[in-house]
Structures are given as structure tokens and as C-alpha cells.
């Protein structure tokens, strides 16, 4: 995987976007470099560990983690005798679903990957004062999300909470993602990025808001906008239902739920005809409980 872009922002940033789009950010403070997201291995990292050599190889890198999502964790692993900072239920999510992923997804490995989870969690949010940096949890995309602010050069990093032109949707509570979209529309950021999308506005904050509520409220989707993506869609609306019943297996095995052998059991989520989906989580249900 070789980077197609690399962009320097405010006085100490450097976004870098790889040929499938995914941008991690840089941010270089006076003794600490700060590492958002970690792409898809350690091929992957072999760009950014250049850099850094060519720039400041001194300094201590410390590593953040926007979620526990594959394309963003696979190359924590390049750096993962340093600091790696995640929202609490990332660790959580990522021990849980990372190596499903892992094995289900080779096509997309950059290099030997060994999954390496955060060693420092928070649960609100963790301000590194000295470097004028922060992180804050917001979930929204998945569960675990969470933002990077760099106070001195006002630049926030959301991650993938932002997409252009719909997000997907792998968090049941979209009510508490239409917050954390409104948290980050009315940020005093002068700049906004996004791991898939680039620098953002509020018209497509706005966008995604409004696909969220016609979600929620069954509104039709803008025709323009499915067209646009359809699999997204689908997978949104397919992952709506599969939560659910991911819900009910959860509450009957407890202790004992496994998310590798659960999953297993449905291909795609994008895939799928709906009535299908949930043809074939009725008949899960069946075979398991009854």
C-alpha cells in the first residue's frame, strides 16, 4: 500500500492518504509525536515511521486509536512498544472482534499483523496538557469512537464519524450518534478530518445527520444518496437488525456469547436481501434456543 497524498495542516499536522483513501494523521508537538489511526499494517506504517526518522526519529510516538475497527488498528503493532490510546471499550471491542476480522479479511493484510490492543484507556476523555493535545470518547460510528483535538493548531481528527456522503452505521443507538454529530458540527475546530472523507464541513455533517434521521424515522433515503452507495446502505440497514438479535443471543448465553462463532454464521452484512437476514437470524434462534 503506497500513500497517494500527503498533506501538511496548521503548523505541525501531516495528513497522509493512502491509495484506498484511509488517512491517518500526524501531529508533531515539541516532544511527542501523535499518531492517529494505524491503517492496515506494518507495511502500511512503513511510510509514517520514515517520516518521523527524517524528521524528529527522537521523539517518543504515541499511537490513537479513533476505534477498534481493522483498517484503522492493523499497524498498531509497528509501534506497539509505545503508547497506544483508545477509549475503554475499544480495548474491549477490538480483544472481542479483532481477530474474526483478522482471519476473515487476509486479502487486505499490509504485512504480519499482530493484533496489538491500547495499553492506556480513558473513559471520557485523556488531555496530554504539555502538547496541547486531546481525546475525547464519541460514539457514534461504533461504539468506541472517539476524536483527537489538537488544541495548539485547532485541528480535529473524528475518525469515521464523518463519511461522505453516508456513514456506516455499526452502532445500535443512532440517537447517540446524532448527538455526538451535533457535538462535532459545533466544535471550535477551524479544521475537521476524516479518516475516509478528508477535510470535512458541516454541510456534510449536516448531510449525514439527515440520513441518520430519516433512519430512525423510516423515512425514504434520498434516491441521489443510494445510488450513490448502496452496499453502505444496505450494510446500515442489514447491521440495524443484526444488532438486535446479536442482542437477544447475547442476554440468553451471557458470560459464554462469542462473537467469532456467532458472526461466522452470516456472510456479509452488505450482501444480504434483508428478509433474507432476518430469515436466517429466526432460524439461528430456532436452532440454539428452542
Given at each position: 500500500m503506497t500513500i497517494k497524498d500527503m498533506t501538511k495542516v496548521g503548523s505541525r499536522g501531516v495528513s497522509f492518504t493512502f491509495t484506498d483513501d484511509i488517512t491517518v494523521y500526524l501531529i508533531q508537538t515539541d516532544k511527542k509525536w501523535f499518531l492517529c489511526d494505524t491503517h492496515l499494517g506494518p507495511q502500511s506504517m512503513e511510510c509514517i515511521k520514515n517520516h518521523?526518522?527524517?524528521v524528529a526519529d527522537h521523539k517518543e510516538v504515541v499511537v490513537f486509536n479513533s476505534h477498534s475497527d481493522w483498517d484503522h488498528i492493523w499497524g498498531n503493532c509497528s509501534f506497539q512498544?509505545?503508547?497506544?490510546?483508545?477509549?475503554?471499550?475499544?480495548?474491549?471491542?477490538m480483544k472481542e472482534?479483532?481477530?474474526?476480522?483478522?482471519?476473515?479479511?487476509?486479502?487486505?493484510?499490509?504485512g504480519i499483523i499482530k493484533l496489538v490492543l491500547p495499553n492506556l484507556t480513558f473513559s471520557d476523555k485523556i488531555i496530554f496538557a504539555e502538547d496541547e493535545i486531546e481525546f475525547l470518547y464519541a460514539p457514534g460510528h461504533t461504539i468506541d469512537s472517539a476524536v483527537c483535538f489538537d488544541r495548539k493548531d485547532s485541528v480535529l481528527f473524528v475518525g469515521d464519524l464523518?463519511?461522505?456522503p453516508i456513514p456506516y452505521l455499526d452502532f445500535s443507538d443512532l440517537g447517540t450518534y446524532l448527538k455526538t454529530l451535533e457535538f462535532i458540527k459545533n466544535f471550535p475546530a477551524k479544521v475537521k478530518i476524516s479518516s475516509h472523507s478528508g477535510i470535512i464541513n458541516n454541510r456534510l455533517i449536516e448531510r449525514n445527520s439527515t440520513y441518520i434521521k430519516d433512519m430512525i424515522t423510516g423515512n425514504q433515503i434520498d434516491p441521489g444518496v443510494y445510488q450513490k452507495c448502496p452496499k453502505v446502505h444496505r450494510f446500515n440497514v442489514n447491521n440495524q437488525l443484526?444488532?438486535?438479535?446479536e442482542k437477544i443471543v447475547r442476554e440468553k448465553l451471557k458470560g459464554e456469547f462469542d462473537y467469532s462463532a456467532f458472526r461466522s454464521n452470516f456472510k456479509d452484512l452488505g450482501e444480504f436481501v434483508y428478509e433474507d437476514l432476518q430469515d436466517a437470524l429466526e432460524k439461528y434462534l430456532r436452532h440454539e434456543f428452542n
Open positions: 518521523i526518522k527524517a512498544e509505545g503508547i497506544i490510546i483508545g477509549h475503554e471499550t475499544c480495548r474491549n471491542r472482534i479483532g481477530q474474526f476480522d483478522l482471519t476473515r479479511l487476509t486479502e487486505y493484510h499490509c464523518v463519511e461522505d443484526f444488532s438486535k438479535y
